[in-house]
């Protein structure tokens, strides 16, 4: 098992978590502001099985729009593997 932890900025949180919420990803959402602007953004978690890693990056690839500016980014993606889960 995965948790995938995505950065997003608000502008594109709608389009990302609609999309991932249609394709049966469960998302907890985290209003968040960094960068060096300080622009909002909102963290994303998602949990997700090994073999569905790839498709769900993918969809927020897709719905995170493009950068303006060739060095800049409009989001942040971590992968980290979980050893356990534990629902309560």
């Known amino acids: 098992m995965k948790l995938i932890i995505a950065i997003v900025r608000d502008s594109d949180l709608e389009r990302v978590s609609n999309t991932l919420t249609t394709s049966n990803y469960r998302v907890t959402l985290i209003a968040s502001t960094g960068g060096f602007l300080r622009r909002g953004s909102t ?3 998602v949990g997700v099985e090994d073999q569905q890693v790839s ?12 950068a303006s500016e060739p060095q800049a980014h409009h989001g942040t993606i971590f ?8 629902r309560v």
């Open 43 to 45: 963290t994303l978690l």
């Open 79 to 86: 992968v980290i593997p979980v050893e356990q889960y534990v």
């Open 55 to 66: 498709e769900a990056l993918e969809l927020i690839r897709k719905n995170i729009s493009p």
